[in-house]
């Protein structure tokens, strides 16, 4: 084997070692951490928690080697996993990274948590009556009274698997097509505020923080799922 070649081999196997040297292993906090994109941080900023700006840089000596794809990936590996670990340092479940190189990141931090209801479902905003009933559609005649009511027949029950594990028999309610053929005025759930309190009802509005969440006996937890919601005009580009 030639001087040049022994040499060249060297050089690649100090290269090879430093390389793999340089690499870092994430943090378990860190792994928690979600990244969000440039849309999705716009639905972080509505119904997250801001909690600062956050960094990563990678280790000293990566640099060394970044002329080379495989040491410019390790300097941002490295780089990312300290902007997570960072993030998860403050209480983060989310991060958006808004600038950087291969060795040195920007982000924002975000505290993204929901309030689980007791059935195991994201809590909402609520239209209700006096006992806590939700509000449902529904349909009236030219009197003015509730006409198509679902309900269970021969046995005591409000849905309709309560009725069927009881015995009964559950005569759905009047569709929203079948009250207006009638020539009924068809009333639909309240959206908001405004229409719930005009039906004499209660709006109770979705928890936004932990207090309230465990008040109405949900449990506060940290959004992983997070989800984007693109209008149908833009999606459908």
Known sequence: ?????????????????????????????????????????????????????????????????SWWSVGRSIAYNNALDQLLDNAAELGATHVFI??????????EAYRCYICIT????????????????PDKAMCIDKKGKAVGIPYCKGASAKTLLECVSRGGKWIPG????????????????????????????????????????????GKWVPNRDLLLHIPKSESSE
Not at 98 to 107: A, K, M, P, T, V
Not at 118 to 133: A, E, L, Y
Request: hydrophobic share 35%; charged share 30%; aromatic share 8%.
């Open 118 to 133: 007791k059935q195991g479902t994201p809590d909402v905003d609520k239209c209700m009556d006096i006992n806590g009933n």
């Open 174 to 217: 009047i569709t929203e097509s079948e009250c207006k053929k009638k020539g009924y005025k068809w009333i639909p759930v309240a959206k908001d505020k405004y229409e719930c309190e005009r039906k004499g009802k209660i709006w109770v509005p979705q928890a936004t923080d932990k207090a309230t969440c465990e008040a109405k006996g």
């Open 1 to 65: 084997m030639g001087h040049k070649m022994k040499r060249g081999l060297i050089l690649l196997l100090f290269l090879s070692f430093f390389t793999l040297s340089c690499a870092t292993d994430m943090s378990t906090r860190a792994t928690r951490v979600r990244i969000v994109n440039v849309e999705q941080v716009q639905q972080c900023e509505k119904e997250c928690e801001f909690l600062g700006n956050v960094k990563g840089r990678a280790f000293p000596g990566a640099g060394l080697i």
């Open 98 to 107: 808004d600038f950087g190189d291969y060795n040195e990141l920007r982000g």
